[in-house]
Structures are given as C-alpha cells and as structure tokens.
DNA sequence: ATGTCCGTTTGCATCGTTGTACGATCGTGA
DNA sequence: TCACGATCGTACAACGATGCAAACGGACAT
C-alpha cells in the first residue's frame, strides 16, 4: 500500500540503499541523486516506516506515560507538559490510564503493551511496598511521586511533606488553629498523601495545636465528588473546624462547594487551601489559595531524566530530583 | 538484553517458531511442549518485541489521538474516554497535542510521526477549508468535530447547530432576552464555533430578537482566561445583557469569574450558560446550566469507527455519526 | 597507461516476529 | 509389522529499514 524504499528506489533508479542514505541525510551523496531521489520520494508520498526503523535502531522514538486518569486535572495538565517536552525531543507519548488500581499497575509493568516504547514515566498509586520488586523492569522507568519505595529507581517528584507543613503553617499564621484535612489515604503507605499528612502533623506540632481525627477526612482517588462527600462527612461529624487543607486542588473545590451549600463562608466561617495550583484555582469563587508543585517542571524534567537513562548508562546511579514548590496567596484563604 | 524467541526456544529445547506458536495460542501444540516452553517464557520473562510484531503483521496495536491541548477539560475527559475505549479493544493510544495551530495540524498529518500507529483521531481547530487536501492521508482517520470539510472522511460528532440553538432558547424561555456569546471565532470557517453561532442566530431570530454583535465576543482558544478577557470587554463596551452563553464551560467559568468581581449576580442579574458538562461545572459556585454533549459516546465512537476503517474496507462510504445532547439545568441559569 | 585514492553507490546481513509449506513423529487399525 | 492420517515441529522467507564493508568510477599523480 504505501511506499516503500523499494518503490522510491525504483522511480529514481537507484539502489534503495541510497534512498536511505537520502532519507538519513548521509554526507557522500551526489547533488544530483540526491534531488533525483528527493523527486521521487515528494512524488510517491514516501515517509519511512517507523516500525521498521524502530526494529532496525532498537530505539521506538516513542515514551510512555502512565497516569491514574486524565479525567483528573493534575494528570491531565502533568501529560500536557510531559507531551510537550517529549515533542521537543522529537519523541511521541504514549497515554495509560491505570486508574490508580494496583492490580491494574502491576499489569502494565508486566504487560507487553509497552515493548512499543524507549521507556515509561509512571504515576503509581494503588502500588505497595510490597509490590517493590516489580519495579525491576527491563526498560528504562521513571517514578513521579512521593519516592519512598524500597528500590532504586529514578524519581521526579516534589517536597511534599515540607509543602504540606508549609501550607498548614500559612493557615496557622493567618490565625486558623481547627484545620480539617481531605484526602487522608490510610493504605497509601508510600504515597503523596501520607507525605502531606506528615508535613501537616508536624506544623500542628510544631505550633502546639493537637491532631484531632475527627476533623480528618478520607478520600481515595481525589475528584471533586469525593471532596464533596468528605466534606458533608466532616460537617455531619460535628467537630468544629476554622480551615479546610485539601490534598488536592479538586478535593478543595469539591469541598469548598459543599461548604457554601451548606451556608458557611469561605473564608469568614472557613479558611480553604488547596493543592496543585490548577488552571482552575484561579477562577474559582472564590478564588482558590493553593500549593503550585512545580508542575512544569516535573513534567519536563520527568521526561529529560528518562531520556537520560535511555541513551545513557543503564547503570548510573538513580537519581531523585525534587521540584520546588509555593503557596499562591488567593481569596480563599487570605494571608493573615 | 531482553529476552527473544530464540533465547526462550534455546532454553526450552525447542524451536524459535514452536515458541512463537505458544506464544500466539496455535492449536497444534502438545501440553507437554507447551508447559515446557511456557515455563521457559516465565523463567526469562519473555515479552514479545511488539515493534517485530508490528512490522510483520502490518498491524501496531497503536492508535493516534490529536487534540489542542489537554490542558483545556474538554479535551482531557475526551482524551480519557478514547484511551478508555482504545484499551478495551486492546490497543494503545499515543496522543498528539497541536495546540489549535493551523501549521502544526498540517505538519502533523504529513509527518511520519504516525507511521507507528493504525490511525488517527484528529481534532482539528486551525485548518480551513483550503487544507482539505491533506485530509488524504495513507492511513485511517476519523475526524472530530463539525463535519463541513469538503472532504470525503470519517467524521464523529454533535449537532453543535442544534445544541446550540436548543440552549439559546432554553434562556429565552427562562425570560432572557439580551443574550451575550462568548467564543465566536471569525477564522473558523468550519468548527463548533460557528455552528455554534449559527444555532443562536437561528433561535433569535425564531423568537423576533435582533442579533447584536456587540455582546457577541470572540476567543480563539478557549481557556478560562480567554473567558474572563471576553467578559471584561464585553462589560467594558458597555452594552447591556442578562445572560451569557459560552461556547464551552471554560469559557463560561471564566466569564462567570469575571461577572461576580463585577459585582454582578448570578443568575439574579447575569444568567450563564455553558457547554460540554465538564465536571467541574457541577462544583462551580453557582453550578453551571450546560449543554452535555455526549463526550463519553462521541470518544467511544470515534475509536469503533476508527476500528472499522482499519479492520474493514478502506473504501466504505465514509459515515458522519453525531451525538446526542441535553441541556442540563443548574444553578447559573434555571429553567424558566 | 597504470595505480591510488576518495567520493559515491551498492549488496548483504540483520533486527524479532509471523505465515506458509513441508518434514517428522505418534498412535491407530489392518 | 506396516501403512496411514492426524498431530506436532521446523525451515525458510518475508515485513521495511539501517550498518557495515565492499565495489564502483572518475580524477589525479606517477
């Protein structure tokens, strides 16, 4: 169906082992072959056949990102930057949903889905300690996310427990002492929450405020309809609380609707921070004051770690790179 | 480094194609040789080479999926059904972000980016009319969105006229009469915003109101930000309405952001209107009134059809299938 | 005229897999 | 014991490209 080398070689009257000289822009090719050849190929439509190069070469050109959903906004603007930095290295994204399922996680690893790919960015979630030694797999691997699995690995992730303390201790220095929490996960045991509950524990700590559990909500996969019902479970519980710190930014929004249904302020009657810095924060009612992770980064520099480890050693030692992250000041939780 | 057939076959004492025959489930093959050779395959962690697969048998496993950007909602829930739909057909999807750009649209169709895929969904946004030629491609393509390319192509999509028209009459019924548009878009001879624009030119003029351009505003690429911007010039031009519809709900949360600094009420002063159900809309303070257009159904389409076109006859008559749509009703403009 | 050299072109093997055609082996019935 | 299907396994040739090494041809020096 569509041409081949052959057919150009053909047309032109050369070797197609010429025509691929053409094609790779090899030096000690006549100006005249040359344009002969480039002729024939703009005549025939030709365009290499990327599987075969991709056999040939041993390198697909070609990542793989694999993400919970993109139905969640965090991923689906970390894919946004993880694809676009991958174009500026000439490669394509491959996209998997895993829907943070561990099962579904550990198949992906195992799966040949990805022998298409030069090497995989993943997002795990559902993902235990236990699970660690799946980790050892024969392609270059990227892990984004809190680090804390017992294997060497490459990560690029955030400070998330210093982020975490640091907005908990913005909300203490605006005069919040009853902070609630969304998005506790108590089976994540590597996780971004449990990072984030450690930096909130430790501000309240730090500022002699007790860790009440009554005002700590759980939430698994973190959409908005889970931080709705989060919060009426807070409400319905019937600890008082002054702030609400969201996990995410969605877990907030989700919240902060809920809240206002429920005919409390934000942020007279309750103070709400977020988590992410989405596009959508900003335009929020109110606005949605929030932690920014350094989204971008991570995704460009998720996608350059990988492209290391791809053409370089296999064996250089895995590194952990941390974005630096910022608590962006909006309505809904006014600085002091 | 990795595995191959012929390393499985060496090991299990048989040879390379009779590990090929397990591998693929041929019939003919004796338990005992099959234990034997699976055992091997365990013990190496044997993967197939799909890239070899792939060259062989004409076939990649792997779709394409071009978008703007998923960085706008819409695009992120449409990119996570397709890829939804992909997989439960087995196949993998590698998305492309063109970013709404005419150049980059062209650029990508005849580019050998794809040759690594079965097909393409595009999404296109910058191309015109002139650029139908590059719409004959040597690959199965399904496009999406309003299908008026003089071109003979898959195409799947909603009857954005009708939504539209629909919608403007819903705030016409709700007692509306100055009806504001955000996200007309005079170069798009083709997409949603002008079928858009039509349905509400048509449900005016049905209902005796005169079309004012000067609560109409244009957007190209339809961010929150692009929303808001269209919202302070309308308010600034000063020409008075009592609704808004945006082409999508980005558009209109950004406006919606942009009304309530105004000290504008919603929907007391300022009914708005949105489309594409995102679901962010329901958590907006207040909730946004919008057009659900069928995402989930159009993503799942796109990709049947696409399996079609690549399994069956590349000459079928090319078919045009379209969503259907309601009007969900929330706070931000209720019914009547 | 011949040999050398360099720029240019070509042939062959190869990447890992599957399809086809055929050869080997087994169990069965005469 | 032998012939014969039925069953199982193998050899070989692709798929379309690239890398390597050798062949070609003309220009130049000798």
């Known amino acids: 169906m569509a041409a081949t080398l ?36 703009a005549e025939l439509d030709y365009r290499p056949n ?3 190069r991709g056999l040939r070469k041993g390198r697909t050109g ?3 990102l694999a993400v919970p959903e993109l139905n969640l906004s965090y991923f689906a603007e970390l894919a946004s ?25 550990l198949a992906l690893l195992r799966s040949p889905r990805l022998r298409m790919t030069d ?15 799946a980790l050892d797999v024969p392609f270059p691997l990227v892990l984004l996310g809190e680090p804390v699995f017992d294997w060497p690995s490459d990560h690029v992730s955030m400070r998330n427990a210093e982020a975490a303390r640091a907005a908990t201790e913005y909300l203490i220095a605006s005069g919040r002492r009853r902070i609630a ?34 005002i700590v909500a759980h939430a698994t996969l973190w959409h908005r309809a889970d931080g709705a019902r989060a919060m009426r479970e807070l409400l319905d519980r019937g600890a008082p609380f002054d702030a609400v710190f969201g996990f995410n930014d969605t877990l907030a929004l989700g919240a902060m609707r809920v809240l206002q249904e429920a005919g409390l302020r934000v942020p007279e009657d309750v103070a709400v921070l977020g ?14 004051t929030t932690v920014d992770p350094g989204r971008e980064w991570i995704g460009r520099t998720a996608v350059e770690t990988l492209l290391e480890r791809i053409g370089g050693g296999r064996d250089a030692a895995p590194a952990t790179r941390l974005a630096d992250f910022s608590i962006v000041e909006r309505e809904s939780a006014p600085r002091g």
């Open 6 to 41: 052959h057919d150009v070689a053909d047309l032109a009257g050369v070797s197609f082992k010429t025509v691929s000289n053409v094609v790779n822009g090899h030096p000690h090719v006549r100006p005249a072959t040359r344009e002969k050849v480039e002729r024939a190929i």
């Open 50 to 52: 990327l599987t075969a």
């Open 62 to 64: 070609a990542i793989a």
């Open 81 to 105: 930057f993880v694809i676009a930095a991958a174009e500026r290295s000439g490669l394509v994204t491959l996209v998997e949903q895993t829907g943070g399922d561990r099962d579904r996680e």
């Open 119 to 133: 090497g995989l960015i993943l997002s795990p979630l559902g993902m235990r300690q236990e699970d660690a030694d």
């Open 181 to 214: 929490v969304i998005g506790e996960y108590e089976d994540e045991v590597f996780g971004s929450a449990r990072a984030r509950l450690r930096g909130y524990r430790e501000a309240l700590e730090a500022h002699g405020i007790g860790y009440d559990g009554r």
């Open 275 to 288: 988590f992410d810095d989405l596009d959508e924060a900003a335009y929020a009612i109110p606005s949605l």
